[in-house]
Nanobody
């Protein structure tokens, strides 16, 4: 089992930046991919970005690629989502997710992730 804990959310003005962290524990050696999703009430969960855990290959949703950077510190079992040039429409609860299964490209967007964090609120004011 893998446990994920997000942190770093908060309130920021439009044009500002935030960096989210996802600390993984448990059977992290089995992880293949870590991803970030976001969701607002009444809307579908939206894929943001993913990174292969060992290789560091990144995948981004076209709609949020600009200003977003996913990374990880493999030794520290921590993933990151750095966000710049934030806009009010980026307001959402951001979730960290991970899975043991292989994926690449669009497959990482469609993958059913087995491990989820509790979410962290990001609010961007205009």
């Amino acid at each position: 089992q893998v446990q994920l804990v997000e942190s770093g959310g908060g309130l920021v003005q439009a044009g500002g930046s935030l960096s989210l962290s996802c600390a993984a524990s448990g059977r992290t050696f089995s992880m293949y991919v870590m991803a970030w999703f976001r969701q607002t009430p009444g809307k579908e969960r939206e894929f943001v970005a993913a990174i292969s855990w060992s290789g560091g290959i990144t995948y981004y949703a076209d709609s949020v690629k600009s200003g977003f950077t996913i990374s990880r510190d493999y030794a520290d079992n921590t993933g990151y989502l750095k966000m710049t040039n934030l806009k009010p429409e980026d307001t959402a609860v951001y979730y960290c997710a991970a899975d043991d299964n292989y994926c690449s490209g669009y497959g990482c967007r469609r993958l059913k992730y087995d491990y989820w964090g509790q979410g962290t609120q990001v609010t961007v004011s205009s």
